[in-house]
């Protein structure tokens, strides 16, 4: 049974940070390029950020672009999202998903990805 958990969100006021962590089980986590995707109070549910199954660089929306980092540790099963200099704006619940397609261009799309977590979420206050 495939499981991702989120953790680390939270409550922080605009310009803080925060990393949020999401733990993969029952895969083989190094074979899944990981997303971040979020969705605030009456909004659909976008793409923040995603990486490929080996590292590297990752790609991002451009809304969080130079503030938001995605990084992946294969050892330990977890992708993480390092989020610096929050804006109000980006309240919303965080989700963390995987997919087994590794091409860049459809890690945008949240109909990419096979296994969802649960959510955690973010309030950045004013």
């Known amino acids: 049974q495939v499981q991702l958990v989120e953790s680390g969100g939270g409550l922080v006021q605009a310009g803080g940070s925060l990393r949020l962590s999401c733990a993969a089980s029952?895969?083989?986590?190094?074979?899944?390029?990981m997303g971040w995707f979020r969705q605030a109070p009456g909004k659909e549910r976008e793409f923040v950020a995603a990486?490929?199954?080996?590292?590297?660089?990752?790609v991002y929306a451009d809304s969080v672009k130079g503030r938001f980092t995605i990084s992946r540790d294969n050892a330990k099963n977890t992708v993480y999202l390092q989020m610096n200099s929050l804006k109000p704006e980006d309240t919303a619940v965080y989700y963390c998903?995987?997919?087994?397609?590794?091409?860049?261009?459809?890690?945008?799309?949240?109909?990419?990805?096979?296994?969802w977590g649960q959510g955690t979420q973010v309030t950045v206050s004013s």
């Open positions: 998903a995987a997919t087994t397609l590794g091409d860049r261009w459809v890690l945008y799309r949240e109909n990419a990805y096979h296994y």
């Open positions: 029952g895969l083989t986590f190094s074979s899944y390029a």
């Open positions: 990486i490929s199954w080996s590292g590297g660089s990752g």
